[in-house]
């Protein structure tokens, strides 16, 4: 036992900054990112307790944190989301809700769902923070431009654009999934 609780230790001590810095990247709030920190390093300590053998260490860890951070988004969206709207083609307003399948409609249409919920949650990760700031604050979280410029002092003009980058950038990112799932 004394054994493993050193291996932990050490797993711990080595992963610790790199897993922060990737959780960070993909998180906007600081203590979310690190309660994602702690449920990773908890659930390493619950399976070694349980002697579930994992393989690739590192790898486990990562997955383990993609999957958490995954969760956090998921239970932040249905809150926001269905305030969120976009125009289709004919100028309709449509919710991101409206826009993913069902969780409802089937195995197939849960699993496209989560799909698409991932590559969202990556492709916010990959946006630069200050975009990511804006596009959450924004679309998810559902404050205007005005209130955030008069909280961070950053111009309206300025978290405009910020958005209208983040927007582009994640267009595009997601349109190969989206048109997948619409094939489907």
Known sequence: MIEQDRQISEI???ER??????????VPDPSDAEDILQEVFYELVEANRLLMPIGHVTGWLF???????????????????????VEDE????LR??????????GPEA????????????????????????VFVAHELD???????????????NTLLSRKRYAMLHLR?????????????
């Open 12 to 14: 711990v001590a080595g």
């Open 17 to 26: 900054s790199r897993l922060r810095n990737f959780i960070r990247r993909r």
């Open 63 to 85: 997955r383990v944190a993609r999957n958490r951070i995954t969760d956090l988004f998921r239970k932040k969206k249905p809150v926001a989301s269905s305030d969120v709207a």
């Open 90 to 93: 004919d100028g309709e307003l």
């Open 96 to 105: 991101i809700e409206d826009l993913l399948p069902s969780p409802d409609a």
């Open 110 to 133: 849960l699993y496209f769902r989560n799909v698409l919920l991932d590559e969202l949650e990556f492709a916010l990760g990959e946006l630069p923070a200050e975009q990511r700031e």
């Open 142 to 156: 559902g404050h205007s431009f005005k209130e955030m410029a008069a909280e961070t002092g950053v111009s309206v």
């Open 172 to 184: 595009e990112r997601l349109q190969s999934v989206y048109d997948e799932y619409r094939k489907a």
